[in-house]
Nanobody, 128 residues
Framework: QVQLVESGGGLVQAGGSLRLSCAAS????????????MGWFRQAPGKEREFVAA????????IYADSVKGRFTISRDNAKNTVYLQMNSVKPEDTAVYYC?????????????????WGQGTQVTVSS
């Protein structure tokens, strides 16, 4: 069982930056943090949870939602069992609860069903 804890959320003005972190612990037997794909998702009030970004085991492949491409960057530090989401040039529409997720697949994916473990989320609010 993998536990994920997000941090770094808060209130930021439009155009500003924020860095989210997700610390992982308790990897399944025979696995390590470096053998999980990691993703960030978000959910705004009244909306479904949506994909933001994902990263491969080694970090050599990343994918992004069109709405954040060029503004957000996902990265990971396998030595620290941590994945990050650097958010630049944020917009009011980025306001949401942001969730970190881990998946046992080897292919980087966008669907929520492809991820096996989820954190509790961290609130990001962007003021205009």
């Amino acid at each position: 069982q993998v536990q994920l804890v997000e941090s770094g959320g808060g209130l930021v003005q439009a155009g500003g930056s924020l860095r989210l972190s997700c610390a992982a612990s308790g990897a399944a037997s025979g696995r390590t943090f470096s053998t999980y794909i990691m993703g960030w998702f978000r959910q705004a009030p009244g909306k479904e949870r949506e994909f933001v970004a994902a990263i491969s085991w080694t970090g050599d492949r990343t994918i992004y939602a069109d709405s954040v491409k060029g503004r957000f960057t996902i990265s990971r530090d396998n030595a620290k069992n941590t994945v990050y989401l650097q958010m630049n040039s944020v917009k009011p529409e980025d306001t949401a609860v942001y969730y970190c997720a881990a998946g046992r697949d080897i292919v980087v994916r966008r669907g929520t069903r492809e991820y096996d473990y989820w954190g509790q989320g961290t609130q990001v609010t962007v003021s205009s």
